[in-house]
């Protein structure tokens, strides 16, 4: 899990977001840290019910707070603001860029919790802030293989060094799919199931091939060839080749793996001499797109199958053909 603290919001990080905040005081908590990406608004906290006011959330003031509190006399608004800047929050939002009362300017001083304000309207302000504390407070992993855009799906190359993972992502290169990370994948988990996959901005664009070494791809086939993250939706796992061991034949019951709480399908891929893993690789993404879509071949022959036998036991269900079968 990432740590973000109140002062990314008025650096660099926040200026992407395009939250374009001032700190109007407060400075000396900028490294409270915020843990939650949801922020929370003050409710019934003005009037007094303030202790489901949570730890670790950023609270906004929107028109609304600020007119509660302008209509406030000043000693029942100074012990309100009191008990609210008591209760650890990271820090406060105004938004539509409102005059912010004195006491709370005061308040905020006292009590090391910083105040920002921007002037963006409140819906927005809202939804820029929960997207970028989405993104940087979600669940995080670093995973070892290739990641590919292939037909529009994420395909992550799992396998152990040496199996051909980069060789079978430059094949699928020359084919025409997109190369997302090779040999190191970030992995974030957003709204607890989606699954993104970042390549680090060192090795962004590049495979490691043995006896070629490097290799820039957006130099050799064009910036179409790359892109910077996708998401992950297939796992394809390079296993070696072992004489005697029962692989899958049929296809009918989906395996899975766990990343970071998210089930992924999972396709174990026999690598032996002769086999286009490549063609293979991308025969299991366009099988896996045809499966979300509802067309499974192997259960739609299953059916037909047992469908034929339904109506051979029905036209002669004494010669024993159907149990038989």
């Known amino acids: ?102 006491e709370m300017v005061v ?41 590919m855009d292939i037909l529009g799906l994420g395909v992550f190359i799992a396998g152990e060094s040496g199996i051909g993972k980069s060789e079978c992502a430059l094949d699928l290169v020359v084919r025409g799919h997109r190369l997302v990370a090779d040999d190191t994948v970030e992995v974030r988990c957003r709204a607890q199931s989606i699954l993104i996959g970042v390549c680090p901005e060192l090795t962004r664009g590049h495979i490691e091939i043995r006896g070629l070494g490097l290799i820039n791809v957006a130099d050799l086939f064009g910036i179409s060839a790359t892109r910077t993250s996708k998401r992950l939706e297939l796992i394809v796992q390079l296993e070696r080749w072992e004489l005697g061991k029962a692989y899958d034949r049929l296809g009918l019951d989906t395996e899975f793996q766990d990343v970071l709480g998210v089930k992924v399908p999972l396709v174990r891929m026999p690598v032996a001499p002769g086999r286009n893993l490549a063609m293979l690789v991308e025969v299991a993404a366009r099988n896996q797109l045809l499966r979300s879509r509802g067309r499974h071949a192997a259960k739609l022959l299953a059916e037909r199958l047992e469908r034929r036998l339904e109506t051979l036991a029905e036209r002669d269900p004494d010669d024993g053909m159907g149990d038989d079968l």
């Open 107 to 147: 308040e905020a001083e006292r009590a090391g919790v910083p105040l920002l304000r921007t002037s963006l309207p409140t819906p927005i302000a809202i939804a820029r802030l929960n997207g970028h504390l989405e993104d940087q407070l979600a669940p995080r992993e670093t995973r070892h293989g290739v990641l």
């Open 1 to 102: 899990m990432s740590r973000v603290t109140v002062g990314s919001l008025l650096g660099a990080r926040g200026a992407a977001s395009g939250l374009e905040a001032d700190l109007l005081a407060g400075s000396a908590g900028l490294d409270r840290p915020i843990t939650l990406p949801y922020i929370q608004k003050t409710g019934l906290a003005l009037a007094g019910f303030d202790e489901y006011l949570r730890p670790g959330r950023a609270l906004v003031f929107g028109e609304s707070e600020i007119r509660f509190l302008e209509r406030m006399n000043a000693e029942t608004r100074l012990g309100s603001l009191r008990r609210l800047f008591a209760r650890d929050l990271p820090c406060v939002l105004v938004t539509s860029g409102l005059d912010v009362p004195v």
